[in-house]
Each structure stands twice: as structure tokens, then as C-alpha cells.
């Protein structure tokens, strides 16, 4: 055998050692491709996994719009405007104003419905969301070959254990759950919760309230803990006002002079649309060595008691000096007209 004969035997013999072994490569490859566990892991369980991750997401769009648009209709719906009819004939000015008061509280109690059906849109769209993905998270679990089985009855038990670890957790989504079933209180009405707590709804979830005093601070309220809550702004509102006059006034006619002011008061245009009925007097309240104090009433659309409340009693001063109504301490407390003259008297001495 010369050189070539044996190169040549060399070479054939490479060859066909490199071709079983790329045949041998292809051939694995192909075996780990084909093999159904691999297409299982690779393929299958992936592709099964995105489609219930679309799934959710898709409930999901479809529970907010079905919600959002059950919401938008209750409010496009609106409540009537309704009109008492008296057989009694009105002047065109007392028309005027008995339309603009029942307008003003027909915006009144729908902005308050608007304020709970967006509430209890909020709280549904999670319970919603909870709901979608708890069961998504379960399906992907049973896709990767987990048993949840246990999983489940381990929550059971978890969440009995949480029920006694975290009652007061629980007692804050129960409250917040009575609290919008039984519609307490809204966004945008002001609330007393006790502990000097009292100010404007911002916000409602199942576990918190928050409210805006009138110093704007914020407060996070647990519902659990609100043992009492006075809403100040639901239906209607009282303008309560004290007058204090002196003992030397003629108490009938002060009673009737405070009576024609304060009814003269609420029909200006500042306040008149807030003003429900027609202001009334109480009587008196208290009856000082030096002083009595007569008490008005007026009854307001919500929350605009303070309104109604801080106009009265920034013209009814002028009013009763007008009218001869003698207030308690004309020239200060604890010096007597004599003694400030003496005084003044003194001191031009000087």
C-alpha cells in the first residue's frame, strides 16, 4: 500500500466517523424534541398558561365595563325633580326661589347618590379583580402539575387562623361592608366619628375612611373602630343661632325683631337657595344675671349650615342695633359705663 492508498483509507474512515456522529447529534436532538415531556413543558403548559393569563385579563375588562356602565346608568338616570303643588297662589319671586331651593336640593342628594354609587363601583371592581386573578393563580398552579387541592384547604385553614390573629383586620371589612350597605355616610358628606374627628369625606374602601378636617388634616380612620359616626350633611341641615341681648330689652319684641331679621336675612340671594323652610325662633335658651339669649332656627340644605349660619349672624348685629335692640355689654365686659368715663377722665387729666 503506497502513501495515497492509505491517505485516502484515512480520509474515508473521517468522514464516515464525522458523519455518524452528526447523524448521532441530529438524531438527539430530534429524540429530545419529539419527547412529550419536553413538548409538555415547552409548548403546551406555557401556551395553556398564557391563554388563562388572557382570560383574566379579558374577565377583568369585561367585569370593569359591565360595572362602570351599570354605575354610569344608575347616575345618568338621575331622580326627578319634584315640584309640591299648593293650592295656595304665589307671587312670581316666591316661585322663583321655591324652584331654586328644590334644584339646589335636587344637586344635593344626587351628588350624594353619585358619591355612593361611585363607592360601591370602586369596592366592586375589586372584589371583582380579587376574584378573576384568585382563580387564575389557581389554574396556573394546576397547569404546572401543583395539586391545589391542599393549597385550597390550606387557605381554609389559614384563613381561620387569620380570623383569630386578625380580628381587628375583620372587623374593619365587616364594618366598611354595613357601612355601604346601609349607606351611613358618602363621599363629600361631613362626618363626626368621635375623638374631635370631624370633616369631609374623601375617600371609602372596606377598610378605611378617610376624612379632611377643616384645619386640613387628613385623618385615616380604621371602620372598625368608628363605635359612632354623626352625619352632618344627610337630608337636610339645622343653622342654629344665638343672640344674646340685655335684660333691659322688652323680651316680646325682641323676639319678634330677631324673628323678622332673621327671616329677612335668609331670603337674601347669598343664601337663599340653601334655605329649606322658613327660619324660625325657639324661644330663649338661657337666662343670664345680665343677659338672656334667644335661640333661631333655620333648616338648610346639607352641610351648608355654617354658610347659612355665618351670613345671619354678620348682618343680624346691625339689624338689632337698628331696630333698638340693646346687645349685653355695649362698651366691653367688666367695666361699667360710669367707671370707663371716670377712667377716660382720668387718663385726659394726665
Known sequence: ????????????????????????????VTGFWENPEVQQWLIATPLRILIVIIIALILQAIARRLIDRAADGNIAKGGKLSKGRSGK????NAEVRDDARLAAMHRAREQRRHSRVKTLAGVGRSAAVL??????????????????????????????????GAQSLVMDFLAGVFMLLEDQYGVGDVVDVGDD?????????????????IDGTLWYVRNGEIMRVGNLSDEYSIARIEVPVALSNDMDEAWNIILDAVTDISNDPLISEYVMETPTVNGLTQINPDSVTFRASVKTLPA????????????????????GVALPYPNGIGMAPQAQNIATGEENDH
Open 131 to 164: 376574584v378573576i386573578w384568585t382563580w387564575a393563580v389557581l389554574a396556573i398552579l394546576g397547569e404546572l402539575g401543583i395539586n391545589v387541592g391542599p393549597i385550597i384547604a390550606s387557605a381554609g385553614v389559614i384563613g381561620v387562623a387569620l380570623g383569630f
Open 1 to 28: 500500500m503506497n502513501m495515497r492508498t492509505y491517505l485516502l483509507s484515512q480520509d474515508g474512515s473521517t468522514a464516515e466517523t464525522l458523519s455518524d456522529a452528526g447523524a448521532e447529534t441530529v438524531e438527539r
Open 197 to 213: 374627628i370631624v370633616g369631609d369625606v374623601e375617600e371609602i374602601s372596606l377598610r378605611i375612611t378617610t376624612i379632611r378636617d
Open 89 to 92: 297662589k304665589k307671587d312670581q
Open 304 to 323: 351648608k349650615q355654617w354658610d347659612v349660619q355665618r351670613i345671619i349672624q354678620s348682618k343680624l348685629v346691625n339689624i338689632l342695633r337698628d331696630k
